[in-house]
Antibody
Framework: EVQLVESGGGLVQPGGSLRLSCAAS????????MHWVRQAPGKGLVWVSR????????NYADSVKGRFTISRDNAKNTLYLQMNSLRAEDTAVYYC??????????WGQGTLVTVSS | SYELTQPPSVSVSPGQTASITCSGD??????ACWYQQKPGQSPVLVIY???KRPSGIPERFSGSNSGNTATLTISGTQVMDEADYYC??????????FGGGTKLTVL
């Protein structure tokens, strides 16, 4: 059974940093591109970042470019999102998701990041 | 940047057919997919590559994509189908983008 479990969310002050993790199981993690998607409270889904299966390619939404870094450790079956210079507008539930057939076929349960003083 | 437009809300009576549209420039040239999200839950893929249903998704869910519009159709809509639905498009030249979401009410 495919499982994606996010962790690392919490309350952080504006300007602070946080690292999210996504532990994958039930599939060959190293064969799949992975994504981060976020959802602000009461709002829609917003794509954040993606990383290729071998970590050679990464892309970011303009709103997080230069502040967020996506990475992965295929030996540990884990996806990461390093978030720096956090702003109030980054407050959201962050989901990791597996890409397959040009869509996101499995999603984690999400982890809440709250940026507030 | 590429944009996808969905109606904010759609209402349907139980047993009737619900259609949710997603509009974008030359969307028919890209792959479209649809996600269902119920309150407090993670999104679930219900249609991928325009028309395909993942394993476990009921046959009443179907999709189409042509011109500038992709459509999610739910035939014989059930109360359990009440949820938010998001379209998403992808091709090799487009950053991943979601539509704004449509709240489907079954009453």
């Amino acid at each position: 059974e495919v499982q994606l479990v996010e962790s690392g969310g919490g309350l952080v002050q504006p300007g602070g940093s946080l690292r999210l993790s996504c532990a994958a199981s039930g599939f060959t993690f190293s064969s799949y591109w992975m994504h981060w998607v976020r959802q602000a409270p009461g709002k829609g889904l917003v794509w954040v970042s993606r990383i290729s299966s071998d970590e050679s390619s990464t892309n970011y939404a303009d709103s997080v470019k230069g502040r967020f870094t996506i990475s992965r450790d295929n030996a540990k079956n884990t996806l990461y999102l390093q978030m720096n210079s956090l702003r109030a507008e980054d407050t959201a539930v962050y989901y990791c998701a597996r890409r397959d057939q040009s869509s996101l076929d499995y999603w984690g349960q999400g982890t809440l990041v709250t940026v507030s003083s | 940047s590429y944009e996808l437009t969905q109606p904010p809300s759609v209402s349907v009576s139980p047993g009737q057919t619900a259609s949710i549209t997603c509009s974008g420039d030359k969307l028919g040239d890209k792959f479209a997919c649809w996600y269902q999200q119920k309150p407090g839950q993670s999104p679930v893929l219900v249609i991928y590559r325009d028309t395909k249903r993942p394993s476990g998704i009921p046959e009443r869910f179907s999709g189409s994509n042509s011109g500038n519009t992709a459509t999610l159709t739910i035939s014989g809509t059930q109360v359990m189908d009440e949820a938010d639905y998001y379209c998403q498009a992808w091709d090799s030249s487009t950053a991943w983008v979601f539509g704004g979401g449509t709240k489907l009410t079954v009453l």
